[in-house]
């Protein structure tokens, strides 16, 4: 997929709630919301606080053994949302030791962890554009959150 034809986003805000998380996921156009399982919530939160950790998380390691392996996690792209349930691609590059050749790998993958590795990575977040447009626009939700929390931190 044509990286100029894909759509950049960040996670917006991440909303705990019982048995699940909410993930806001768009840019300033539109968001877009993902429900993912707590633990991986937990790590996109932690990573997003760039909370201190007394050990590393399981997307800490998978970063950190990428990283002492010579793999650069370069993007990440939400591709595609059937049946309620998102798709996402995991893009890694290496340069081979032989042929000094830059190898890029693309691996299909849960997008909650895809997101919770690209933010350690610091690595861009993109959705397709068909995926993009079949969401349902949740900015106004996004921002009575925002303000709903604005108005209880003044009490």
Excluded at 17 to 33: M, P, Q, W
Excluded at 115 to 121: D, E, P, S
Aim: glycine share 6%; hydrophobic share 45%; proline share 4%.
């Amino acid at each position: 997929m044509e990286a100029d034809a894909l759509i950049s986003i960040e996670v917006r805000r991440l909303l705990p709630l019982h048995g699940s998380c909410a993930l806001f996921l768009g840019n300033d156009e539109k968001v877009f919301l993902m429900c993912v399982d707590p633990y991986v919530g937990s790590a996109i939160l932690l990573e997003m606080q760039k909370a201190p950790r007394e050990r590393p998380v399981t997307h800490d390691l998978m970063f950190c053994m990428l990283r002492a392996l010579g793999v650069t996690v370069e993007r990440i792209i939400i591709n595609d949302f059937r049946e309620d349930v998102f798709y996402a691609r995991l893009i890694l590059s290496m340069v081979n030791e032989v042929s000094q050749n830059r190898l890029l790998v693309e691996l299909d993958a849960r997008p909650s962890d895809c997101i919770a590795l690209a933010l350690r990575a610091d690595a861009g977040i993109y959705v397709a554009p068909h995926v993009w447009n079949g969401v349902e626009d949740m900015t106004g939700t996004l921002r009575e959150l925002d303000e709903k929390g604005e108005s209880e931190e003044e009490e």
